[in-house]
Nanobody, 125 residues
Framework: VQLQASGGGLVQAGGSLRLSCAAL????????MGWFRQVPGKERECVAI????????YCADSVKGRFTISRDNAKNTVYLQMNSLKPVDTAVYYC???WGSGSYFYSKPYDYRYWGQGTQVTVSS
């Protein structure tokens, strides 16, 4: 599985960005997809998960109501729409994939085997 993340950039506080993660895999619909983020000196944290069955969860309380995760199985792509961005959202954002099973939301980085290269999001105040 190869993952290619894109869509990061520099935006002012209150602005929006949409991240995309394209997966090179034949059975994309069978994978749980996650967005994680990391700032220097801190551990990588889960932002949102879109499971193989379409359910989703937002791991970080701070993004609830502002971020939306979605997937397009026909395009082998998962998205993260980020609205009302804040300077604290500044981080490198990574997409990740794991083979899906059941209904449990896996939110730890070590649960995911496949990772994209990361895309920088910088929110200025």
């Amino acid at each position: 599985v190869q993952l290619q993340a894109s869509g990061g950039g520099l935006v002012q506080a209150g602005g929006s960005l949409r991240l995309s993660c394209a997966a090179l895999v034949r059975t994309f619909s069978s994978y749980d997809m996650g967005w994680f983020r990391q700032v220097p000196g801190k551990e990588r944290e889960c932002v949102a998960i879109k499971s193989w069955n379409g359910a989703d969860t937002y791991c970080a309380d701070s993004v609830k109501g502002r971020f939306t995760i979605s997937r397009d199985n026909a395009k082998n792509t998962v998205y993260l729409q980020m609205n009302s961005l804040k300077p604290v959202d500044t981080a490198v954002y990574y997409c990740a994939a794991r083979w899906g099973s059941g209904s449990y939301f896996y939110s730890k980085p070590y649960d995911y085997r496949y990772w994209g290269q990361g895309t920088q999001v910088t929110v200025s105040s």
